[in-house]
T-cell receptor, first 115, second 113 residues
Framework: QQPVQSPQAVILREGEDAVINCSSSKALYSVHWYRQKHGEAPVFLMILLKGGEQKGHEKISASFNEKKQQSSLYLTASQLSYSGTYFCGTEAWMAGGTSYGKLTFGQGTILTVHP | NAGVTQTPKFRVLKTGQSMTLLCAQDMNHEYMYWYRQDPGMGLRLIHYSVGEGTTAKGEVPDGYNVSRLKKQNFLLGLESAAPSQTSVYFC????????????FGEGSRLTVL
């Protein structure tokens, strides 16, 4: 089952902040965040792991609430280059403390940054 | 630095025709995936593989088959194409383990008339 993202779209002016949320109905093993520009492939931003380890981007941060099965992506002091569609991808937690490698994505959040 | 390569990049089919999309990765990744992307629907998982010789169904597997005979290749087949399969298809790969990020191919745009 796909995770659910909110909001569906965000419009910002340069320098403003935004938060994108991702929630799942399953216990999560990891959460991925990607950004896609029009006509291009998605590009990796961030991974958050059960237990708190985080790998990712310098200017973009994220949180992972394991109990609520939710993650949020924080974009601060937005730049024009932040425009694009943001996707969260989730792996469900399986017995034995692992996942089966199945990675499913939300429907995306369209972020538009204006000068 | 090829990364993930998809062929072909564009294809037009008639209803009922068959075709195969090829994905090749040169990063020795264990996991490989096929997604389709349609407007407003995000990236939907078709099939995936966690190792050579293994495949598993994703969320929208109907009408597609896959094979992973070699670790570096993941093939997506359409036996009898339908207009509903008009989409952009992305292949992706990653290493085994929780912290492996996905590397995507450039995408293949398929139109079924």
């Amino acid at each position: 089952q796909q995770p659910v993202q909110s909001p569906q779209a965000v419009i910002l002016r340069e320098g403003e902040d935004a938060v994108i949320n991702c929630s799942s109905s399953k216990a999560l093993y990891s959460v991925h965040w990607y950004r896609q520009k029009h006509g291009e492939a998605p590009v990796f931003l961030m991974i958050l792991l059960k237990g708190g380890e985080q790998k990712g981007h310098e200017k973009i941060s994220a949180s992972f609430n394991e109990k609520k099965q939710q993650s949020s992506l924080y974009l601060t002091a937005s730049q024009l280059s932040y425009s694009g569609t943001y996707f969260c991808g989730t792996e469900a937690w399986m017995a034995g403390g692992t996942s089966y490698g199945k990675l499913t994505f939300g429907q995306g959040t369209i972020l538009t940054v204006h000068p | 630095n090829a990364g993930v390569t998809q062929t072909p990049k564009f294809r037009v089919l008639k209803t009922g025709q068959s075709m195969t999309l090829l994905c090749a990765q040169d990063m020795n990744h264990e996991y490989m995936y096929w997604y389709r992307q349609d407007p407003g629907m995000g990236l939907r998982l078709i099939h995936y593989s966690v190792g050579e010789g293994t495949t598993a169904k994703g969320e929208v597997p109907d009408g597609y088959n896959v094979s992973r005979l070699k670790k570096q290749n993941f093939l997506l087949g359409l036996e009898s194409a339908a207009p509903s399969q008009t989409s952009v298809y992305f292949c992706a790969s990653r290493r085994q383990g929780a912290s492996g990020e996905l590397f995507f191919g450039e995408g293949s745009r398929l139109t079924v008339l």
